[in-house]
C-alpha cells in the first residue's frame, strides 16, 4: 500500500543545532506540503512543492527551508533551532492540486531545548 | 489573507447529533475540506465539498454554502471514538490547504 513516512517520530536537539526532518511518500504525488502544529494555532504551512525542484514559501517560513530533488521525498531542515520551533511538525501529499485531499504522515515531534 | 473560524470546543452525548460550524475569508476558493484528528495522530480526510449543498457519508455530513463563507460538519449517532479534534480546511485561489484552528469534540456517555 501506498504510504507516507517521516523520520525521525521524536527529536531533541540544542538551540543553533541544525537539524533534518524526513518525508518519504510512495503515492507519486506531486504536491508535497509541511506544516506545523501547535496549541491554539492548528495547522500552519511551513513549505509547499508542487513538483521535483518546486518550492515556495508558507506562511511561517522563517528558520525553515526545504528541496526537491525526486516526487518522492521533501527533508524540511531548521537552519539553526530555535526554542520557538518546538512543536509537532507534519508532512502531507496531495494527488490533485485542485481536489486532492491531504495525506499526512504520522508527525514529527521536536524539541529544541 | 486567510481566515478560517470554528469553535475551539464542543461536548456532546453519546448518540447525538451535533453540528460543527467553520466559516471562511479566502482569497478565491477551490474546495472545503474536513479533517478528523484524534490525539496524538495525524489528521485524516473525512470530506470535501465545492459546490453548494450537503455531502452525505454515512454517520458524517458535510454541508457547504459559498455565498455565505459557511461550511459545517454533521455527526449522527455520536459514538465515543468520535472524541477528537475536527479540522476544516480550505483551498485558496492558488489552491493552497489552509487550516482553522480545530474544533476539539468532546463526547460524553
Known amino acids: ?113 | 489573507g486567510q481566515n478560517i473560524d470554528q469553535p475551539t470546543e464542543m461536548t456532546a452525548t453519546e448518540g447525538a447529533i451535533v453540528q460543527i460550524n467553520c466559516t471562511y475569508q479566502t482569497s478565491g476558493f477551490n474546495g472545503l475540506f474536513w479533517y478528523q484528528q484524534h490525539a496524538g495522530e495525524a489528521p485524516t480526510f473525512l470530506s470535501y465539498n465545492v459546490l453548494d449543498g450537503l455531502e452525505e457519508k454515512g454517520r458524517f455530513s458535510s454541508f457547504l454554502s459559498r455565498s455565505k463563507g459557511y461550511s459545517y460538519l454533521l455527526l449522527k449517532e455520536l459514538q465515543m471514538k468520535d472524541s477528537a479534534s475536527y479540522l476544516c480546511a480550505v483551498k485558496d485561489g492558488s489552491y493552497i490547504p489552509t487550516f482553522g484552528r480545530g474544533t476539539s469534540l468532546i463526547v460524553h456517555p
Open chain 1, 1 to 113: 500500500d501506498a504510504e507516507i513516512t517521516q523520520s525521525p517520530r521524536h527529536k531533541i536537539t540544542e538551540t543553533g543545532r541544525q537539524v533534518t526532518l524526513a518525508c518519504h511518500q510512495t503515492w507519486n504525488h506531486n504536491n508535497m506540503f509541511w506544516y506545523r502544529q501547535d496549541l491554539g494555532h492548528g495547522l500552519r504551512l511551513i513549505h509547499y512543492s508542487y513538483g521535483v525542484h518546486d518550492t515556495n514559501k508558507g506562511e511561517v517560513s522563517d528558520g525553515y527551508s526545504v528541496s526537491r530533488s525526486n516526487t518522492e521525498d521533501l527533508p524540511l531542515t531548521l537552519e539553526s533551532a530555535a526554542s520557538s520551533q518546538t512543536s509537532v511538525y507534519f508532512c502531507a501529499s496531495s494527488g490533485a492540486r485542485t481536489t486532492g485531499e491531504l495525506f499526512f504522515g504520522e508527525g514529527s515531534r521536536l524539541t529544541v531545548l
